[in-house]
């Protein structure tokens, strides 16, 4: 039983995670140039504003790329696992937003939104792909985030960029209390800079690891 489970998770190939990065790195590239071109707003003039598309254009590639390697297809239908990537979105939201305050983000009815909107986008890069994968698994959540032991391509596609978003917004965050007086120190432009960039780092190291994985067995099937 075990070895089928294994086997399904490393049903995935190179093809299909570079298929699925390059639609989501893609999505991250269309709501740039739709803020700029179309509404003429940036991060740095309009970061609520320029989340919010980001955000939304996003969502939908995400959840509905993701939930089509949803665990046991069998018993889980597509639109099970769409919903599921739903429910993962504001549950992941409220753990990023309290995370972000414990860690020191400002606090205020002026930051309230801008808070929302960007732990809205942290849900997507972190927990609304394993939500739609393996729904509310807490053996595959614990190995994939807390043990980081990904056991196959579809692994690394959820934890990779998970990661990588994560270090790239504490990256990201250093700048801010820095007396600089720039406006791209506000909360949370460079933290939304930082935590992308790690995502789409992620994406690429996750492809790398698939077109090594599928060599290897390429090798050992000859």
Request: net charge positive.
């Amino acid at each position: 039983m075990k070895e089928k489970e294994e086997n399904s998770l490393s049903r995935i190939s190179s093809s299909q995670v570079f298929l699925t990065h390059l639609c989501c790195g893609l999505a991250l590239a269309v709501g740039f140039w739709v803020a700029y071109n179309v509404y003429s707003i940036n991060l740095v003039s309009d970061p609520t504003n320029t989340l919010h598309l980001i955000w939304a254009i996003e969502c939908p590639v995400v959840i509905l790329l993701f939930s089509c390697f949803r665990k046991k297809p069998e018993k889980c239908s597509y639109l099970k696992a769409v919903a599921r990537g739903l429910v993962g979105l504001p549950a992941g939201a409220l753990v990023n937003a309290l995370g972000a305050l414990a860690l020191g983000s400002p606090v205020g009815l002026q930051y309230f939104e801008k808070t929302v909107i960007w732990s809205l986008l942290m849900s997507l890069f972190i927990f609304v792909p394993a939500s739609s994968v393996y729904g509310s698994s807490w053996t595959d959540w614990h190995r994939i985030f807390a043990c980081t032991k990904p056991k196959g391509s579809l692994d690394f596609m959820l934890c990779l960029p998970a990661h990588g978003a994560v270090i790239g917004a504490w990256f990201g965050a250093w700048p801010m209390p820095l007396d600089w007086e720039r406006p791209w120190q506000d909360w949370p432009i460079c933290v939304s800079y930082g935590a992308m960039a790690g995502y789409v780092v992620g994406m690429v190291g996750s492809f790398g690891l698939a077109l090594m994985r599928g060599g290897q067995k390429q090798i050992k099937a000859e």
